[in-house]
C-alpha cells in the first residue's frame, strides 16, 4: 500500500475521530421516547374527549334540573290563570321547548369549539414534536454510523500498517497540524488585507 494511500486513510480517521461520540443505545432511546409521545399524544386526545363528554353532560343536567324548572316556573307565572293547562299543554311545550333546546345548543356549541380548538392546538405540537423527533433519529442514526464507519477505518489502518502507526498520536499531530495551519492562514490574511 502506498504511503498517499496510509495518508489518506489517516486523514480520514482524524476527520472521523474529531465527531462527538455517541452510544449506540441512543438510537434506541429516542425511537422509544418518539413511541412513548405517540402513546401520550393519544391519551391526551382521550382525555379531552372524556373532560368535554363531562362538561356536556354537566351542562344537560343543568339544562334538566335547574333551568327548565326555572323556565317552567317563570313561564306558569306569566299564564293566566283562567287557562287550560291540559287543553294547551301541547302548545306551553312547542313554545318552551324550542328555547330549552337553543340554551342547550348554545352552551354546546361553545364546548364545541373550545374542544376543536384545543385538539386542533394539540395537533400541531405534537407534529412538531414529531417533526423533530424523527430529525434528531436520523441525526443520531448517522453518528452513530458514523462512529461504525471510524471504528472500521481505525481497524482497517491498524492491519494495514501492521500497528507500525500509531493513530492516536497521528490524529493529535494532524490536529496541531491544522490548527497551526489555520493560525498562519489567518496571519497570511491580515498581512495581505494591511496590504491593500
Given at each position: ?21 455517541i ?28 373532560l ?10 343543568f339544562?334538566t ?9 317563570n ?11 291540559k ?37 400541531a405540537?405534537?407534529?412538531?414534536f ?10 443520531i ?56
Open positions: 500500500m502506498t504511503r498517499i494511500h496510509i495518508y489518506s486513510m489517516l486523514l480520514a480517521a482524524v476527520l472521523l475521530s474529531s465527531c462527538a461520540s452510544p449506540a443505545s441512543t438510537t434506541t432511546l429516542t425511537q422509544e421516547i418518539l413511541k412513548e409521545s405517540s402513546g401520550m399524544h393519544t391519551l391526551n386526545i382521550s382525555l379531552i374527549n372524556q368535554y363528554a363531562n362538561r356536556k353532560e354537566q351542562i344537560n343536567s339544562i334540573n335547574t333551568y327548565t324548572p326555572a323556565l317552567l316556573d313561564f306558569s307565572k306569566n299564564l293566566p290563570d283562567s287557562l287550560d293547562y287543553e294547551e299543554l301541547p302548545n306551553i311545550l312547542k313554545s318552551i321547548v324550542p328555547i330549552i333546546n337553543k340554551k342547550k345548543d348554545s352552551m354546546q356549541s361553545i364546548l364545541d369549539t373550545e374542544q376543536g380548538q384545543l385538539i386542533t392546538q394539540l395537533n405540537n405534537y407534529t412538531n414529531s417533526t423533530a423527533g424523527v430529525s434528531l433519529q436520523n441525526l442514526d448517522s453518528a452513530v454510523k458514523l462512529k461504525t464507519a471510524e471504528k472500521s477505518v481505525m481497524t482497517s489502518i491498524q492491519s494495514l500498517t501492521n500497528g507500525s502507526v500509531n493513530i492516536s498520536n497521528t490524529v493529535t499531530e494532524l490536529d496541531s497540524l491544522l490548527i497551526h495551519s489555520g493560525n498562519s492562514f489567518s496571519k497570511l490574511l491580515e498581512i495581505s488585507s494591511a496590504l491593500k
